[in-house]
Structure formats: structure tokens, C-alpha cells
């Protein structure tokens, strides 16, 4: 089925045929059912630009089946992409602390991932994510717990949510930033682009460059979706 990316684009790749030729050939065959169901239902939300994109999600997906994660965090949530994702990743007992401001995009999902069976995997938090952060870490028992932390909401806050973070994911676990190429700005001069972009790309550039010089992990930034930084905490 040629279904096209929900999200409208084509990534960073440099045409649309090659976007198109790695989704069909290898992310589309393997990707389940019900995250299709989830991208359809997308495709009809007026911001359907923000939701995973399923090559990146099929990475992801990977990365948590490469350490066995079983205890992740997620920073936005949206509709629920890269959240369903997960919970059909983890195993049955796995648990997935989902935190976004809005409860209405999330409820929009919610009947898929219930359909798949997973939502006990989830305990979904309603807030702006540094205070639930902050919540989280008063807990010891939750410090050095998480294996797996996806993080895209809030680019602007990214170096924030990073340092309680490392407080949260274990060593030898992974933290995933998304949208780290912003739109491919981080690369161009400013004036070329445009001033809605402007705020993110600064501090994604700014983000970029600290996590270069971060030895509390070890990265790769990964061109696929708007770019992905992989982090592994050392
Ligand atoms: N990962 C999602 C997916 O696969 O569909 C996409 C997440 S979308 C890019 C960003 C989400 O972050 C939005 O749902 C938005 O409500 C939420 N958000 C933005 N700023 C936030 C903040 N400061 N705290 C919590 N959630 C926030
Ligand atoms: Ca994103």
C-alpha cells in the first residue's frame, strides 16, 4: 500500500523518491498494524507535522530491544506514535511514564492503544514536563531507574530535561532527543530562515554543541526523520 508519511515531508533525505523508496521498502512491511492506525488517524490533526516520523520510530524501536528496556520515559506524546511504539516494544510487565501537556491529542490515540491491548504499560502524566520531572526525581527510587528516555517536546528546553535526565536513565541506558537537525536550520545562515524557526534552531544549535562536548554520554546524531541524537549514558 502506497501510503504516504503522515507527517507530509520527506525528512532530510535529499528527494522525496529515496524518503519514499526507505519507507516502503523497509519500515512500512514490518511497521504494525495499529501504529498505521495511529498515523492515519493523524494525518487528519492540524499539527499531523509533529508525530514521529516511522523511520526514526523504527530505530527507536530497535535501540529498546538492543538493551531489553523495560522502564522508559517519554517527553510528548501528541497522538501517541512513538508512545504505541513503545508499548508494543517493552514486554507485558514493561511501564512507560508519558508526560505531555495536552490530554487531548493523547485521547485521540487511546482507543488504538487500547485496541493493542498495551495501555497498562502506560501511566500517563497531564503536565508541563519539567515540574513532572522535578516530581519524579523527588523520588529515589526512580533515580538511575529508566532504561530508555525519548524526548520531543519543548526543544527549546531540551538541556534542561537532559540534566534531570541523566539523574532518571541509568548508565548503560539511552536517552533519544528528536529533531535535532531542526528542519535541516541548524545548518543555514539565519536570515534564510524563517522567524517562527528561529527560537528552536538557536537552541538546538546550542544543544548540539553541548552534547558534543558531554562525557556523560555517548552520542551519534543520526540524520533520519528531523535528526535524532542518540545518547548513551555512560
Ligand atoms: N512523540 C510524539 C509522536 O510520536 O506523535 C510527538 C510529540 S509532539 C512533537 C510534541 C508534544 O509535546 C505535543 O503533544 C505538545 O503538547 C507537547 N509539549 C510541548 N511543550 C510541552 C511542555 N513544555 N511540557 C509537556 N508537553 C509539552
Ligand atoms: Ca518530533
Known amino acids: 500500500m502506497a501510503l504516504s508519511n503522515s507527517n507530509g515531508s520527506k525528512g532530510l533525505l535529499q528527494s522525496r523518491e529515496l524518503f519514499e523508496y526507505v519507507l516502503e521498502t523497509s519500515v512500512y512491511p514490518r511497521e504494525p498494524e495499529l501504529l498505521k492506525e495511529i498515523r492515519v488517524i493523524t494525518a487528519n ?18 535501540l529498546q ?14 497522538t501517541g506514535y512513538s508512545l504505541l511504539l513503545t508499548a508494543l516494544t ?10 505531555d501537556m495536552n490530554k487531548d491529542t ?33 523520588d529515589d527510587a526512580n533515580r538511575g531507574s529508566f532504561d530508555f528516555a525519548f524526548v520531543d517536546a519543548d526543544k527549546v528546553n531540551y538541556q534542561k530535561y537532559h540534566e534531570v535526565l541523566l539523574q532518571l536513565v541509568k548508565v548503560g541506558g ?11 536550520t541548524v545548518a543555514m545562515p539565519e536570515e534564510f530562515v524563517k522567524e517562527e524557526l528561529k527560537p528552536t ?15 556523560r554520554v555517548q552520542i ?11 545518547c548513551w549514558r555512560l
Open 45 to 62: 490533526h492540524p499539527q499531523s507535522l509533529m508525530s514521529t516520523s516511522p523511520d526514526a520510530g523504527q530505530l527507536i524501536a530497535l
Open 106 to 138: 493523547y485521547e485521540m490515540g487511546l482507543p488504538v492503544i487500547k485496541k493493542a491491548e498495551v495501555e497498562h504499560k502506560i501511566n500517563f502524566i497531564q503536565s508541563q514536563a519539567l515540574s513532572a520531572l522535578d516530581e519524579l526525581l523527588k
Open 90 to 99: 517493552i514486554p507485558q510487565d514493561g511501564k512507560i511514564t508519558a508526560i
Open 201 to 215: 534552531r538557536f537552541y538546538s544549535i546550542e544543544f548540539n554543541k553541548f552534547l558534543a562536548n558531554d562525557d
Open 220 to 230: 551519534s546524531q543520526v540524520p533520519l526523520g528531523d535528526g535524532i541524537t542518540i
Open 174 to 184: 539511552i536517552i533519544v532527543y528528536d529533531n535535532t537537525l531542526w528542519l535541516g
Open 65 to 78: 530491544k538492543l538493551i531489553n528496556a523495560k522502564k522508559t520515559i517519554e517527553i510528548g506524546v501528541f
